[in-house]
């Protein structure tokens, strides 16, 4: 399952906007405060009013934003509704981005990807020198990049979860160039840390590699503690997925001694590094108790040799020299071929034995001719060794 890809630029372009944000108390107070003000009275307002209004909007939308993305909708097009005739471009960015990420949240892509280019033509707009809501003189270039990088962080976010990884990658490359532009360290590190993530669940471990080098480079940077024992993470993930299990080890376990001696951080961050242990260990015992296999099986194919050359011997040791039971690749000799081997063996000269067989010298000399072939040698000393080797004699 993909990973939602997590990243603090989403953030950035609140602090740009420099307006009081009431997340998480007085949302009931602020409502009523915007609810009294009807579509004559919007008419009616002054200029001031009005982006009081819009900033109390925007606030609402922020507000809701985790808590009730219905609620958060709405006041982003009530927001929407006073700035965008009057061609508050970065009131209009927010409000775009923010339904956007409702759909987003949704898995509704198609339809988050229409909101954040209509947030993006906005920023452009910002870039080309339109001017703000409250200062003539247009949006600053640091604003205008604020904007920019939170919207390629979401934009990447997006064709990530779309499966479109090139696409993403380029959104974050911009996102990053922005932060290292400032020297936003800590959002570079968590950027590259997410891109070395998604570069893991795609199987490159080369590029998640060199990620993760980049989020420990900027995490060094920045100084944060934090930042560092993530980058420690990605690598005990990298070298799990690498096979290195007693590598990857080490680095999860430094990761979990900073979040056990921090528990004020995310919770979900231990958690996900304890599973990646978990994991490891699951793998490791699975390694041991196939090498044990291994080793077994080794251990039981040399016993298996050893028995079957020991029963080889000893079956070699039980037949004794002279023994009438012949080799199995001696030749196959007739019963009056035998008894002129016989003879031969003890002695006999051919005359001697065609005396003892009554049968004509000749014929022995026949059949000593035949031996010699059988056994493929050229002498009758030759033929007797040969008789005694092949069990026949």
């Not at 690498?242 to 995310?266: E, M």
């Not at 031996?371 to 060794?385: G, H």
Request: hydrophobic letters at 40%; one cysteine or more.
């Amino acid at each position: 399952m993909k990973r939602l890809v997590i990243l603090v630029l989403l953030l950035a372009s609140v602090g740009a906007a420099a307006y009081n944000d009431h997340r998480g108390h007085n949302l009931d107070s602020l409502e009523r405060e915007v609810g009294r003000w009807t579509p004559d009275a919007i008419d009616r307002a002054s200029n001031e009013e009005l982006v009081k209004l819009n900033r109390a909007c925007r606030n609402l939308m922020l507000g809701y934003h985790v808590m009730n993305g219905e609620k958060c909708v709405f006041y982003a097009r009530k927001s929407l509704s006073i700035s965008h005739p009057r061609g508050w471009n970065a009131a209009d960015a927010d409000a775009y981005r923010y339904i956007g990420q409702n759909f987003y949240g949704h898995e509704q892509y198609d339809s988050a990807m229409v909101y954040y280019r209509l947030s993006l033509a906005s920023v452009d707009r910002m870039a080309s020198g339109a001017v703000s809501a409250t200062d003539p003189d247009g949006y600053d270039e640091r604003t205008i990049d604020d904007y920019y990088s939170a919207l390629y962080g979401s934009i990447g976010n997006l064709y990530n979860m779309m499966d479109s990884i090139p696409q993403a990658m380029d959104y974050y490359e911009k996102a990053g160039a922005i932060f290292e532009k400032y020297g936003w360290n800590e959002s570079n590190s968590i950027l590259h840390y997410n891109m070395g993530e998604t570069w893991i669940d795609e199987g490159d471990l080369k590029k998640a590699r060199a990620e993760y080098d980049k989020a420990m480079a900027f995490a060094e940077a920045s100084g944060d503690s934090l930042m560092i024992v993530d980058a420690w993470k990605g690598y005990g993930r990298l070298y799990m997925e690498q096979g290195r299990t007693w590598k990857s080890l080490k680095f999860l376990r430094k990761a979990d001694a900073y979040y056990a001696a921090h528990p004020d951080f995310s919770p979900t961050f231990r958690t996900e590094n304890l599973d990646y242990m978990q994991e490891v260990l699951s793998r490791q015992k699975r390694h041991l108790g196939l090498l044990t296999g291994i080793l077994v099986g080794l251990i039981l194919v040399a016993a298996g040799v050893l028995l079957a050359l020991r029963r080889r011997k000893t079956a070699a040791s039980a037949v004794p020299a002279g023994s009438d039971v012949p080799a199995a690749d001696a030749p196959v000799l007739s019963a009056r071929e035998k008894e002129i081997l016989d003879l031969l063996s003890k002695g006999y000269t051919a005359p001697q034995i065609a005396e003892a067989l009554s049968l004509s010298a000749e014929t022995i000399k026949w059949h000593r001719k035949n031996l010699l072939e059988k056994f493929d040698v050229a002498n009758t000393p030759e033929l007797i060794a040969r008789g005694k080797e092949a069990g026949v004699i």
